[in-house]
């Protein structure tokens, strides 16, 4: 009973969080720095602003920044990434991140009192429900186990048994990835994750034997995240066998916390949706569908998909934003017509979005009275069809998504044979491009549009194998069609499922991220400087056509290649997902591959 009122007594706000949070911070001699923008000024690699790092990069790498060397700030951020996870009771595409940041100043001995600190006594949470993890260290690479920091957890007050080691897949950050993903030159470091416990919440066998920080079961939540830049990757051919990462001349500390999981661990409240800023948008809801969000467990996933959806859209107007059928403005309107789809399940069928929001209202009414129209006329024309839907007519005529068109499928316990829509589509779009057929090269089976679109998908592929598998994997043959994407690799031993599920994860993320795509036609020798991914065996002209995803200088892959591709990976239309990973031949294997 105790407990109970002491966890009321002590809830918060999230203006109250983020108060104390940059307070706290700024007593210890860090200035504190507005957010930026949400829609990025000069990355053209990304569509958003996803972390608070993001914006600071530059100055992370060694660059001066104007306020000194101890910055914090709330950056506002969106992750398109996570826009089909949102529904579960933790997940977001909009939140605020607080960070605060050391350039070559202060280090770990500072970094993690300091947090351990706010959370203990300024949010006043449980030391007993707090959980950290750590870098479990690298042999091969010469990477040590990071006890230093275990041990100022331990001196701190942190139980031993509630601190636990990791590898790098998910204790380590470079920009690039794992270590063995990081090129010479690149920046990184161990981390050190902290973890809030739900003890209420029981572990289900159906994630694991044994239930950990990591695990998904939903017993803990990440809510800040310690990165130490110290290592700088060794370029092989200057080092003389020496291990393959050096010290950074500074070391440099990176957190982040979630601002919203933060406030939800104040009420000791495993649902994000219960904190503050949904409170009023919530009520909306409720007194517009008739329905109690906490007594309707099935509708919960409308709820938040609705909240968080009209948040996310609300700060995206706020930016300049508006609904289109490309890059940022794609990716707004997709957040709207999800949340009407989602209204019309709680029986609610007025535009009331922007009220809910608190704000935009043209925009939303707009937006939402035009898709309502189709909506219409779509659901209309699909109850007609009865067991045999036709998404690509659907599509093609009254412009209704096929995506909802799958979604309303699987409601209706029907399933659309989304590669033959996908074909269909590939088919009606080369209708109008039969003249560029002349220019397309690489051995494709043709020139449709998904073909194409899978052809960008194997190079993400192949960059996400290396992140997984190692730097020493490489193409050793492909089949691409319209179908499906088949390549063939170099590598000795049967993927795990755990490594299958990352390597998904990653592309997935590459085209959440819609990064441009670019050819630069260059000599071979600076080509082969770039250590671009080429064919096998083959022999290659003094000029020659590389694709990068992303900007050169920092592109997640760069290959040799004829085309043809997509001109942004948000262009690929779906999610990746490995069918088959099998044995081609002796040390080679093989995977097949689908866009659903």
Same mark, same amino acid.
């Given at each position: ?5 002491? @966890?009321?007594?002590l809830s918060m706000t999230v203006n109250?969080?983020?108060? +104390? ?42 660059? *001066? ?126 981390? *050190? ?43 092989? *051919? ?58 309707? #467990? ?13 948040? @996310? ?17 794609? #990716? ?6 999800? @949340? ?73 316990? +029907?399933?659309?044979?989304?590669d033959a829509v996908e074909k269909q ?19 494709? @089976? ?63 993320? +590459? ?86």
């Open positions: 009973m105790k407990l109970l009122s002491r @966890a009321i007594f109250e969080v983020r108060s +104390k949070y940059l307070a706290f911070f700024k007593a210890r001699g860090h200035a504190i720095i507005p957010s930026a923008s949400i829609v990025p000024e000069n990355d053209p690699t990304t569509l958003f602003t996803s972390s608070g790092m993001q914006p600071l990069v530059p100055y992370l790498l060694g660059q *001066s920044h104007p306020e000194g060397t101890r910055l914090a700030n709330s950056q506002l951020s969106f992750r398109a990434g996570d826009i089909e996870e949102v529904g579960d009771n933790r997940h977001t595409t909009f939140f605020e991140m607080l960070g605060n940041w050391s350039l070559g100043d202060y280090f770990k001995k500072e970094q993690l009192p300091w947090v351990y600190e706010f959370l203990t006594e300024e949010l006043k949470l449980p030391k007993d429900k707090l959980w950290v993890t750590c870098f479990a260290g690298d042999e091969v690479l010469g990477l040590p186990k990071d006890t230093e920091s275990a041990e100022i957890w331990k001196k701190i007050g942190m139980p031993e048994d509630h601190i636990l080691f990791y590898d790098a897949k998910k204790n380590w950050w470079s920009r690039s990835g794992t270590p063995e993903a990081m090129p010479a030159g690149e920046p990184g470091g161990p981390d *050190s994750e902290i973890f809030y416990e739900f003890t209420s919440v029981k572990h289900g066998i159906a994630f694991g034997e044994n239930c950990h920080p990591n695990c998904d079961c939903g017993r803990f939540m990440e809510i800040g995240n310690s990165v130490f830049m110290e290592y700088i990757k060794l370029d092989p *051919s200057t080092s003389s066998g020496q291990a393959a990462f050096g010290k950074l001349p500074k070391q440099n500390v990176d957190f982040g916390g979630g601002l919203e999981r933060l406030t939800a661990v104040t009420l000791n409240n495993p649902d994000i949706f219960m904190i503050d800023v949904f409170d009023s948008a919530r009520v909306m809801l409720e007194k517009h569908s008739g329905k109690k969000y906490q007594v309707e #467990v099935l509708l919960q996933k409308s709820f938040r998909i609705i909240l968080d959806h009209t948040r @996310a859209a609300s700060v995206m107007f706020d930016a300049g934003l508006c609904p289109s059928n490309t890059e940022q403005g794609y #990716v707004l309107r997709r957040l709207i017509r999800r @949340a009407i789809r989602e209204a019309d399940k709680l029986g609610i069928k007025d535009a009331i979005l922007g009220e809910i929001a608190e704000g935009h209202e043209n925009e939303f009414r707009t937006e939402e009275m035009q898709f309502r129209k189709t909506l219409a006329n779509g659901m209309r024309e699909l109850t007609k069809m009865g067991d045999t839907i036709d998404a690509f007519m659907l599509f093609t005529t009254y412009g209704f998504p096929i995506e909802l068109t799958a979604e309303i499928a699987i409601e209706r316990g +029907k399933k659309i044979d989304m589509m590939a088919d009606h779009q080369a209708l109008s491009r039969a003249g560029a057929a002349q220019k397309f090269a690489g051995g494709l @089976a043709d020139h449709a549009e998904q073909t194409i679109r899978y052809h960008t998908a194997h190079h993400l592929l192949l960059k996400a194998l290396q992140i997984v598998l190692g730097k020493d994997v490489h193409q050793r043959g492909s089949n691409i069609t319209s179908e499906r994407l088949r390549i063939d690799f170099s590598y000795g031993q049967k993927m795990t499922p755990e490594q299958k599920t990352e390597v998904e994860k990653i592309v997935n993320e +590459k085209i959440a991220e819609a990064i441009p795509v670019i050819r630069t036609d260059m000599r071979l020798e600076d080509a082969e400087a770039l250590e671009a991914e080429h064919e096998f065996g083959a022999v290659y002209p003094d000029t020659v056509s590389v694709y990068s995803v992303g900007p050169l200088e920092n592109a997640f892959s760069i290959e040799f290649c004829g085309g043809p591709h997509v001109s942004n990976t948000g262009e690929l239309k779906g999610t990746f997902k490995i069918q088959k990973e099998e044995a081609s031949s002796a040390g080679i294997r093989r995977i097949k591959a689908v866009l659903e």
